[in-house]
Nanobody, 119 residues
Framework: QVQLVESGGGLVQPGESLRLSCAASGIAFSGYAMGWYRQAPGKQRELVARITSVGNIAYADSVKGRFTISRDNAKNTVDLQMNSLKPEDTAVYYC?????????????WGQGTQVTVSS
């Protein structure tokens, strides 16, 4: 059974920081690209940051320089360090695991964690 469990969300003021963590089980974690997505009310889910199995990283333009994604293959975790948070970062943040190779594709989502940035 595949599980992606996010933690670390909460309510913070603008300019503050949060660290999200996603713990994966039931997958060969090191072979997966791991990503963080977010969905604000009334908006589509969007990519925030993604790290491939070999460590290539991509960020949404809106978070470059403020957010940092990292993974620990020994612990099967992927983290998202979010600094200088803005009200527009308010959303439900989802962890994603993606595998596509050898003609096989697998894609899994966590249940999401709420991040609210408000004064």
């Amino acid at each position: 059974q595949v599980q992606l469990v996010e933690s670390g969300g909460g309510l913070v003021q603008p300019g503050e920081s949060l660290r999200l963590s996603c713990a994966a089980s039931g997958i060969a974690f090191s072979g997966y690209a791991m990503g963080w997505y977010r969905q604000a009310p009334g908006k589509q889910r969007e990519l925030v940051a993604r790290i491939t199995s070999v460590g290539n990283i991509a960020y949404a333009d809106s978070v470059k320089g403020r957010f940092t994604i990292s993974r620990d293959n020994a612990k099967n975790t992927v983290d998202l360090q979010m600094n200088s948070l803005k009200p527009e970062d308010t959303a439900v943040y989802y962890c994603n695991a993606d595998f596509s190779s050898y003609g096989i594709t697998r894609n899994y989502w966590g249940q999401g964690t709420q991040v609210t940035v408000s004064s």
